[in-house]
């Protein structure tokens, strides 16, 4: 079974950039979905992208459309979350997660079809 670790998140100004790092032990994310999910203080975890495992689909979230960038590099067992121009409301914990090979019309937007979990990083934007 694969296991997922989140890093690079930390405190930065509106406006501001950080790229995530989802890295992979245990196995690598060859056959596997891979998105991102946050949840804020108070708030339901939410969607925000997503990768096919074949690396030719991605799916957005409308927040984060135009502003974040989800990528894959399998030989290094890492899928990246690139993060621009950065909000307060993008204020949360992020996390990585996983499923193997589902149907391709599965939803992707649904955090209950993904088997495997990262801690979390936290993410936090200041006005």
């Known amino acids: 079974q694969v296991q997922l670790v989140e890093s690079g998140g930390g405190l930065v100004q509106a406006g501001g950039s950080l790229r995530l790092s989802c890295a992979a032990s245990?196995?690598?994310?060859?056959?596997?979905?891979v998105g991102w999910f946050r949840q804020a203080p108070g708030k339901e975890r939410e969607f925000v992208c997503a990768?096919?495992?074949?690396?030719?689909?991605?799916y957005y979230a409308d927040s984060p459309k135009d502003r974040f960038a989800i990528s894959r590099d399998d030989a290094k067992s890492t899928v990246y979350l690139e993060m621009n121009n950065l909000r307060p409301e993008d204020t949360a914990v992020y996390y990585c997660a996983a499923r193997l090979r589902p149907s391709f019309y599965t939803d992707t937007a649904t955090a209950a079809t993904y088997d495997y979990w990262g801690p979390g990083t936290q993410v936090t934007v200041s006005s």
């Open positions: 245990g196995g690598t994310f060859s056959g596997y979905d």
């Open positions: 990768i096919r495992w074949g690396g030719v689909y991605t």
